[in-house]
């Protein structure tokens, strides 16, 4: 661990990790939604593209762990001078040589490794999903113009025409939700507003907002039901049956709703259900 190496990893990972550490806990709550996932995952990507573009954020790292391995009695490598090799071959390592030991890291780890962040980002969100939760987002805002129209049309199966109509009447409707900051949330309580026939006229617009609001943003959830599973089969042995093992797990996972439950509210309804005398009069 008392290498040059380590402690340059070290401190160029703790900000990197730092970051992806605060975005995946945020992306992972259960109350997230799209439009604010693409928001965290996009400044995520551009604080990597930075920290890639910018010098001074390697030069910083170099210099801090060249002042630690001083204070640490820690050994700085030279760079050893490689012979040119007089074969041709196709080994990338040989057509290059680092004239610094700085240089060598800068573009043997330091590049390397937000390269593979950054390209493994793009991979995890592709563009087709992102430009989908854009288009929403201009939806939201009534600023929306004919590819957002397009890709809305393609990923709900929508009337583009029909839409882009709707979408031209709300711009000349009262009170409608207006504002940056309104969400689908709010669009879909006002179109459905009981005796107004908001619904039927909008009905791509709402249909659009409904869908997009039940899409999962990650499959957390799965994850979490999957190890409350494992828990409750080691507590309480295997020889349940399905229903009871279906009850025990929603309560053991839905704590927070659990908690509120009234006992003795409970127990009425049960009494209710099964109306036989339990205990026998002596």
Known sequence: MKTFEFIFAMLMLDPILSSILKTSAFLQSPNINLLTAV?????????????????????????????????????????????????????????????????????????????????????????????????????????????????????????????????????HTDNIPKGEKNKCGDWINWLTQSNCGRETIFCNVIKALKTFMIIPVTSCACERSFSKLSIVKTKLRSTMTQDRLDGLLTVFIEQELAYNINIDDVIDTFKNLTPVDRRMEL
Do not use: W
Request: hydrophobic share 35%; proline share 1%.
């Open 39 to 171: 928001e965290i995952v996009e400044s995520l990507k551009k604080l990597l593209v930075s920290m890639r573009n910018t010098e001074d954020d390697f030069t910083d790292i170099y210099h801090k762990t060249i002042q630690m391995c001083k204070n640490y009695d820690i050994e700085i490598p030279q760079l050893k001078k490689r012979k040119v090799s007089t074969k041709i071959d196709c080994l990338s390592s040989t057509q290059h040589y680092m004239s610094s030991k700085e240089e060598e890291m800068k573009v043997s780890v330091y590049y390397s490794t937000l390269d593979h962040m950054i390209s493994g980002i793009n991979i995890r969100f592709n563009q087709e999903t992102m430009n989908m939760i854009q288009s929403i987002g201009n939806l939201l805002v009534l600023n929306i113009n004919s590819n957002d129209i397009s890709v809305l049309s393609t990923a709900f199966d929508l009337n583009s025409d029909m839409l882009k109509t709707e979408i031209n009447l709300l711009k």
